[in-house]
């Protein structure tokens, strides 16, 4: 019943008081909420925490939510808020952001099988997925979210700038350089 329904209309019905609204919500944006915080900070524990966080922040805003744009710039400009308040909390933790605690395993990183099943296919695949993710980590901290809330969260440009509270200028111009350095660095690969 909720699964084709759009989420600001399902975050209005839970704020109305239908649970299940939340439940669909929740499956239909985690797995892209849980890559986002964990690779702009790298620390799973602290990832998971944020992801509590963001959760929890959410179902207490319930009562006040008024679809003003769509539900996932919403729910990334909490993401973004409450990681900015995590790095403000813990001065150790640089704003960069490129700092690997190397303690916590990163999410499994699962790989199709090539046509037939053939092993060297799925070894090569494997290994590009591996260095796009270096290149994702590599990227600056402020271009890295831009990249990961286009790409994760499917974000316009113009909802990138209202959940990280830029001009869209400077949305445009992170993802721009984003790419970019992306692009060169797969380049390489070749």
């Known amino acids: 019943m909720h699964d084709e329904v759009a989420d600001e209309l399902l975050m ?32 799973q524990s602290v990832a998971e925490e944020l992801f509590q966080d963001v959760w929890s922040n959410i179902i207490r805003s319930r009562e006040r939510y008024q679809p003003s744009a769509k539900f996932t710039t919403f729910l990334y400009q ?26 916590d395993d990163p999410p499994a990183l699962s790989i199709a099988a090539g046509p037939d099943g053939q092993p060297e296919v799925m070894v090569e695949r494997k290994r590009l997925i591996e260095n796009m993710i270096e290149q994702i980590e590599a990227l600056p901290a402020l271009q890295r979210e831009a990249f990961l809330l286009r790409e994760e969260a499917g974000l316009s440009l113009e909802e990138i700038a209202l959940a990280t509270g830029v001009t869209p200028e400077t949305a445009k111009s992170r993802l721009r350089y984003a790419v970019a350095k992306l692009r060169d660095g797969l380049r390489g690969l070749r």
Do not use: M, W
């Open 12 to 43: 209005e019905r839970y704020r109305d008081g239908d649970a299940g609204a939340f439940d669909v919500l929740y499956r239909r944006h985690k797995g892209g909420l849980f890559r986002y915080l964990f690779r702009l900070c790298k620390q």
């Open 78 to 103: 909490v993401a973004h808020n409450r990681l900015i308040d995590h790095i403000r909390q813990r001065p150790e933790i640089t704003l960069s952001l490129d700092d690997a605690d190397g303690d």
